[in-house]
């Protein structure tokens, strides 16, 4: 059987921080040098957020040397204090008018064929930002004619607002359930377990058609048992596409990495989650939400 974390680490007895574990070799790749700077310009010229900055992803300057990018709207302050996730938090600002026509102008200027919109949780608004999802998808399919995927937050389950982002009729509707139930108190602070599954069984009973993915960081202290029991919940709900990843401490005031899990055995969990029934998985230590999303995307529609 997998084996997902090792045993806890002993009590810090000074209280400090525990100290950042060392990087597998695995995990210490190459930087490639390639000219970023055409999709910073772009990203930055139309005032725009990434979770690729926002988050420090580590996929960064592939994508962006790639001309891909993950735009992030409703700004850049997020209301849930989430133990894994670097994008601040705090007190939000009002909603730009103008933001679905930026990402849109961003999307055709990069030349993108296949745009994924996240965002920040607003859960200040009534809606969550379910409207401007709404208007993010039109205008960057007005503008580009591109397959649009999101990746949401829950909308602290208001069925209108999810129904809101499903009548814009994505490509791809993503939402991530990020862990283990047991470890949302966490590592997801102010989310629900239940909320999440409902809100992917939401899409598939409203638009049985339309492709809905689902994604968890591993190494967060989760067991092979309770992996596997989320993701036999996830294709319950008819969850059609899958992304598992390793969970990187962007700071030393975040979560601490309990175990980093070697690519082989990413690559058992993820033919166990393909005899499941998911129509496209993607298993690996660097993989993201949206790292190659328009591929996978396309292969799941093949």
Same mark, same amino acid.
Do not use: E, S, T, Y
């Given at each position: 059987m997998l084996e997902i974390i090792g045993q806890p680490a002993a009590l810090d007895t @000074? %209280? &400090?921080?525990?100290? =950042?574990?060392? /990087?597998? +070799?695995? /995990? &210490? =790749? +190459?930087m490639p040098q390639p000219d970023m700077m055409f999709t910073g310009?772009? @990203?930055?010229?139309?005032? /725009?957020e990434t979770v690729c900055e926002s988050a420090k992803c580590p996929n960064r300057t592939e994508c962006w040397s790639q001309r891909t990018a993950t735009f992030m709207i409703l700004g850049n302050v997020c209301t849930r204090p989430c133990g894994f996730c670097s994008v601040p938090k705090g007190k939000t600002e009002a909603l730009e008018a103008d933001e679905p026509e930026r990402v849109a102008e961003a999307a055709h200027r990069l030349g993108l064929k296949h745009v994924v919109i996240t965002s920040v949780t607003r859960d200040d608004l009534p809606d969550g930002g379910a409207e401007h999802f709404y208007r993010s998808v039109l205008a960057v399919r007005e503008r580009t004619g591109a397959d649009v995927e999101v990746l949401t937050p829950?909308?602290?389950?208001? =069925? %209108?607002a999810i129904e809101r982002v499903i009548a814009a009729h994505p490509d791809v509707f993503n939402h991530n359930t990020e862990t283990v139930p047991r470890l949302y108190h966490r590592v997801r602070r102010n989310a629900d377990y239940r909320r999440t599954l409902d /809100?992917? %069984?939401q899409v598939k009973a409203s638009s049985p058609a339309m492709t809905t993915k689902s994604g968890l960081m591993l190494g967060l202290g989760e067991t092979t048992e309770e992996l596997l029991d989320v993701l036999a919940d996830l294709r319950g709900v008819g969850c059609d596409m899958l992304t598992l990843g390793q969970y990187l401490q962007p700071t030393p005031e975040h979560l601490p990495v309990e175990r980093y899990v070697p690519p082989e055995e990413f690559d058992d969990i993820g033919s166990l989650a393909r005899r499941m029934g998911f129509l496209l998985v993607a298993s690996g230590p660097f993989v993201r939400s949206s790292y190659h999303a328009g591929e996978m995307a396309a292969a799941a529609a093949s």
């Open positions: @000074i %209280a &400090k921080p525990p100290p =950042r574990r060392r /990087l597998p +070799p695995w /995990l &210490k =790749r +190459p310009n772009v @990203i930055h010229d139309l005032r /725009l829950d909308f602290l389950g208001n =069925r %209108a /809100l992917l %069984a």
